[in-house]
């Protein structure tokens, strides 16, 4: 199976296949390895049921689609979109994934974190961390953009604020590549390959 098929049998919003790409495409920018951008790539599969979709601007038509969508998918899974998303890929049989997404969310249950908490985390947890941090609402933007906009959208100072900077730093031990200077016309050429990757 390739990602497209994966994101057809749970008829993900394009918007949320677009966002996924995007934080893949981060990744695969910064590494080869198979299972750091799979995992980019189906970070957030059950986020729909988390959604507000009546402020997603859909046209009436749309809006419906989604609506019953959602409902669907919250009956199947329940509303909690990151046992939702662990549920669709146990199915599939992509099971590991699901632990390197549980890894990745220990990052969220502390304050403060410093290199060593970095340098403990697998590479896919790590690095799907760092690309879904690097992509906003409106495409590639900074780390600190990110950020912005995620306090600006919730109202409310982020739990990322106080380590964002030493994953960045971090991030960049790991590859050649100016990690700062990825930018959406860098990753958007990347959706086909992606696409078709085999999981």
Avoid at 66 to 89: C, D, F, I, S, V
Avoid at 90 to 115: F, R
Avoid at 116 to 127: D, H, R
Avoid at 147 to 166: N, Q, V
């Amino acid at each position: 199976m390739q990602i497209r098929d994966l994101y057809d049998k749970y008829n993900l919003m394009p918007q949320l296949r677009e966002h996924q790409l995007r934080v893949g495409g981060v990744v695969r920018l910064i590494t080869n390895d198979h299972d750091s951008i799979v995992t980019a790539l189906v970070h957030d599969m059950g986020n729909i049921v988390k959604f507000d979709l009546g402020k997603s601007g859909l046209a009436e038509d749309e809006l419906e689609r989604w609506l019953a969508e959602q409902k669907q998918t919250r009956e199947m899974y329940g509303t909690e979109a990151h046992e939702t998303t662990y549920t669709m890929l146990k199915e599939v049989g992509m099971t590991k994934y699901v632990q390197y997404l549980k890894e990745e969310g220990k990052a969220y249950q502390w304050d403060d974190l410093d290199q060593e908490f970095f340098i403990n985390l697998s590479k896919p947890a790590l690095l799907t961390l760092y690309g879904d941090l690097r992509v906003g609402i409106n495409g590639v933007t900074s780390i600190q953009g990110r950020i912005e906009d995620l306090e600006r959208r919730y109202g409310a100072p982020r739990p990322e604020s106080p380590w964002i900077e030493k994953l960045e730093s971090y991030v960049q031990t790991l590859t050649m590549m100016e990690i700062k200077n990825i930018r959406e016309e860098m990753v958007v050429p990347l959706f086909d390959e992606l696409l078709t990757i085999t999981v």
